[in-house]
């Protein structure tokens, strides 16, 4: 515990606790599947945008969003080396995500993981488990891939936000009142409507996902955007 004025962020914490839930999972004698780590993988695909530092006004989001960020950063920066480099260097929050990952021998700072972890949310490339040991114990790290994971939405936030149908979108299904999507929602972003969904602190979200062609051009509008929002185009 650090002593004096800092405070722990919400997200911080609960991100510790989730990773620890993770890696633990097996000696509590919980399968995965059946505790409640897959169900905020459906909460950050739904709430991606509205990121993990706003603990007030959506718990599902923090909890989704700092859970994956946090398996992020483990599958991307030393597993559990890398949680207990972070749980022990005595700093907390983004800085103690900082000075863990100067650690790993990687020149990225809290913002530059954030960032890349946008992109591996899209490509799914946290699946592979990791193995880690700790005194006698032998622990695992889950893979994950956001695509498994699925939500529902109901017909008039379809019509008014989201797209009905992508390619990337081939598992959904059509149910009652609405579709059941699986991967990260895309909000809709037209030639006719350009739809800003709400983007909280540490959020992002996504306006199109598909396939390009020779002669496919992409235009941004930058117009009236805050200098603190970033805009990325992935090809791959």
Same mark, same amino acid.
């Given at each position: ?47 991606? #945008?509205?990121?993990? !530092?706003?603990? &007030?006004?959506?718990? $599902? ?6 859970? *994956? %960020? ?90 008014? #936000?989201?797209?009905? !149908?992508?390619? &990337?979108?081939?598992? $959904? ?6 579709? *059941? %999507? ?55």
């Amino acid at each position: 515990m650090n002593e004096g004025a800092d405070v722990y962020e919400t997200w911080y914490t609960e991100m510790m606790s989730q990773l620890a839930e993770d890696i633990l999972i097996s000696y509590l004698g919980i399968k995965y599947e059946d505790s409640f780590l897959p169900g905020r993988m459906s909460w950050c695909n739904l709430y991606h #945008n509205l990121g993990f !530092y706003d603990w &007030n006004n959506n718990e $599902s989001a923090g909890y989704g969003n700092a859970y *994956l %960020f946090g398996s992020y950063l483990a599958h991307s920066y030393g597993g559990i080396d890398f949680i207990r480099a972070l749980a022990q260097c005595g700093k907390i929050n983004e800085e103690a995500v900082t000075f863990a990952l100067k650690q790993t021998g990687k020149n990225d700072d809290f913002y530059t993981a954030f960032y890349k972890w946008g992109k591996s949310v899209l490509d799914g490339s946290l699946e592979n488990e990791i193995e880690g040991n700790a005194g006698n114990y032998d622990f695992t790290l889950h893979g994950i891939n956001v695509w498994d994971y699925s939500y529902n939405v109901n017909r008039s936030s379809i019509a008014l #936000n989201y797209y009905g !149908y992508t390619e &990337n979108y081939e598992k $959904s299904e059509v149910i009652a009142g609405g579709w *059941l %999507f699986y991967g990260p929602l895309i909000f809709k972003n037209t030639d006719t409507n350009y739809f800003r969904a709400s983007l909280g602190r540490g959020g992002f979200y996504i306006t199109n996902m598909g396939t390009v062609k020779y002669g496919d051009f992409i235009r941004a509008c930058t117009e009236n955007t805050s200098n603190s929002i970033r805009m990325f185009v992935y090809f791959k």
